[in-house]
């Protein structure tokens, strides 16, 4: 895996090549990002499923809990297919607007 720590969030991408060992992996070091937003670079999975997603369901729901952010970058699935649990986007840039607008809700108690 690689991390790269960014101003208002992490980047957390898979070298490896296995999306569902990346969901359990993350899921088993998640206390070392929790407190901060999280975003998973999984853009390199074209073929992703529905299914791959929703490996990361669980994980999103608790980190989100903690009041932190946690973004998916890929554009494997149609955006109307992606559940509404999970944050989606396309792109790397989709994903820091995400947090910036994610974090001024939190600022102003959304």
Known sequence: MISTEYHNHILL??????IEK???FITGIWEQFEG?????D??????ATLPHMLA????????RATKQSFVIINDAL???DNPEELMIVPTSQE??????????????GF
Not at 13 to 18: N, V
Not at 95 to 108: G, H, K, S, W
């Open 78 to 80: 149609p955006a109307d």
């Open 13 to 18: 991408i898979d070298e490896r090549d296995d």
């Open 56 to 63: 990361f369901l669980m994980l999103s729901n608790k980190h």
């Open 42 to 47: 999984l853009s390199k999975y074209k073929q």
């Open 36 to 40: 901060k937003n999280v975003v998973l």
């Open 95 to 108: 994903a820091q607007d995400v947090i910036e607008m994610e974090e001024m809700e939190r600022d102003l």
């Open 22 to 24: 990346f969901a359990t």
